[in-house]
């Protein structure tokens, strides 16, 4: 078996580079470990139900948005259900002693916050001119002719927070404005502006859920690779690289067999590029540099059945923190647990009044796992069920203040842990946004897409940033590696 591009891996950035080769007459052949495709956008059901795992809500897909282009270009546009979120408040940012909403819109969002912050005017004026800015001088979010290089974006070398503070004098506007952070995982002390303008700008442009789940999207765009005449092993978990003189020849799977190619892409994390390959030029390169950078903080998620019709379904996400800081992580404290938490009901095309079933994810840390680490899933043990069974219950307890008689509602609970997340998905302890990307070191926590190896190159959350958005674009700059980034951009421009 020999195939033009060999891609190690069906998250979402192995799926959108499966597609932007196919479309360029490609042989495409993606590996995929597990038995589902779409890594952290798989779906799982229970009960009925349909749970999201990693996209709860998307971005930017209003006419003329920036992911509604690439989604063009994708064939996701109009194939895809998309329920819009609430305009006047499709994020709800709770405290114990105030509720405040992010409106969709630039006008919109400063005017329903001046509501809360009526002498902020000038402050907001000047936040969402430089969260714009830092977008439109990106030329993957603009579809620009203009190169873009990552390493001219100052807003990579400061820090969100210190940006916040110095535009914003009121401290709980300070934090409503960055309290969606869970969405980066964000670190008061190294979470970029760069990161924070790049997300919360294409939040505020327009927000979504995508009704009955995001699996839909992962069989659009497997259908259009095998279409194209591509091929998608799943249960092929890639092993080894194997090189003759620097350059990848084949990757072996677990099962023994060799799929040989021309060009690799791994959508893994890159630590396991390190693992699967003898190759000194890469590992001396990589090595020490992977090891020594951190990763996102993981999540615990509680995936709720409601009783039939018992609790009702509304059409925002809610943000609660148990203190007056949003910036948990840097903060992280076992014994608060949990110190913040988001709700969000599952649209489904079944009903618009009542939820049958929610996600609520809080961050974990996977220290608190350390007796289990060793295990696999399935058979962790009585003591690791127990584990998240007592903390189900916390987290429940704790949303009771906020939804009194929520407990009552649910008719069962699953819940994951970042161990799920490192098993299934294979990120580095479980990690929920793979690499880190940290202000004060911006150079060293950029991973580029080209490798010391000519052919083999890296995608997904890693490289470019995660999320929807984050990892279409790095889809893009890694195919630029392979065919005309002006090219394929025009494509996308004009699709
Ligand atoms: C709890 C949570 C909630 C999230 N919510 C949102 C959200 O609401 N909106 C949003 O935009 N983003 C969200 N995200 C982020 C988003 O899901 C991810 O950034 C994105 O899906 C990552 O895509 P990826 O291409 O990097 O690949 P991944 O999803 O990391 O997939 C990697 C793939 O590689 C496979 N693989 C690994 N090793 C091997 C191997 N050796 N051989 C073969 N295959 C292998 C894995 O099985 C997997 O399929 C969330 C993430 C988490 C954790």
């Known amino acids: 078996m020999k195939f033009d591009a060999v891609i190690i891996g069906s998250g979402l950035g192995g799926l959108l580079c499966g597609n932007i080769l196919s479309k ?3 042989s495409v052949c993606i590996l995929e470990k597990n038995n589902k495709l779409g890594g952290s956008l798989q779906t799982f059901g229970r009960k009925g139900c349909i749970f999201n795992t990693g996209l709860n809500y ?3 897909l209003d006419e003329g948005q920036v992911l509604n282009q690439y989604f063009r270009y994708f064939g996701l546009h109009h194939k895809l259900p998309l329920k819009r979120l609430d305009t006047d408040g499709f994020d709800v940012i709770d405290f114990y002693n105030g509720r405040y909403k992010l409106a969709n819109g630039h006008d919109h969002y400063r005017d329903t916050m001046l509501q809360y912050f009526p002498g902020e005017k000038n402050g907001l004026t000047q936040y969402l001119k430089k969260i714009q800015d830092i977008c439109s001088s990106n030329s993957f979010y603009t579809l620009s002719h203009r190169p873009f290089n990552i390493f001219e974006n100052s807003s990579m070398g400061l820090g969100a927070v210190d940006f916040i503070q110095s535009v914003i004098s009121d401290y709980r506007l300070q934090n409503v ?8 995982a964000g670190h008061e002390k190294k979470t970029s502006l760069f990161v924070h303008a790049l997300i919360s700008n294409s939040f505020i442009q327009s927000a979504w859920r995508i009704p009955d789940g995001s699996q839909q999207l992962v069989n659009i765009l497997a259908d259009n690779i095998t279409a194209s005449g591509g091929t998608i092993y799943k249960n092929a978990k890639a092993v080894r690289l194997i090189s003759e003189k620097d350059y990848v020849e084949s990757v072996e799977l677990l099962n023994g067999e060799r799929v040989e190619g021309k060009y690799f892409i791994s959508n ?6 390190l693992s699967m390959t003898d190759s000194q030029k890469i590992k001396s390169y990589f090595s020490h540099r992977i090891k020594s950078l951190e990763d996102t903080i993981g999540m615990f998620t509680l995936y709720l059945v409601f009783k039939k019709n018992s609790f009702p379904y509304f059409n925002y996400n809610f943000y609660h923190y148990n203190q007056d800081n949003v910036w948990i992580v840097g903060d992280y404290n076992p014994a608060k647990w949990p110190q913040n938490y988001v709700f969000m009901p599952t649209a489904t095309s079944k009903s618009d009044v009542y939820a049958e079933s929610a996600s609520v994810i809080t961050y974990m840390h996977y220290r608190e796992l350390d007796s289990w ?3 696999v899933t399935g058979k962790r043990g009585e003591a690791y069920i127990r584990f998240k069974n007592e903390k189900a219950r916390t987290l429940l307890e704790s949303m009771e203040k906020q939804f009194p008689g929520i407990s009552s509602c649910v ?8 161990l799920t ?3 299934y998905i294979g990120t580095r302890a479980g990690s929920a946004f793979g690499i880190l990307k940290d202000y004060n070191k911006p150079f060293e926590s950029i991973i580029l897409p080209r490798t010391k ?4 190159f890296l995608t997904g959350q890693n490289t470019n940033l995660h999320g929807i958005l984050g990892v279409t674009i790095s889809s893009v700059v890694t195919c630029g590696e392979i065919i005309d980034i002006q090219h394929l951009l025009k494509k996308i421009r004009n699709a």
């Open 24 to 26: 360029e007459g490609f």
């Open 58 to 60: 998307t971005e930017s």
């Open 177 to 184: 404005i960055a309290g969606n952070n869970l969405l980066y």
């Open 268 to 273: 893994t994390h890159p630590e396991q590029i």
């Open 373 to 375: 680490k060793d295990t």
């Open 411 to 418: 008719d069962s609970w699953y819940t994951s842990t970042p």
């Open 421 to 423: 997340w490192r098993d």
């Open 453 to 456: 190896i000519p052919n083999l």
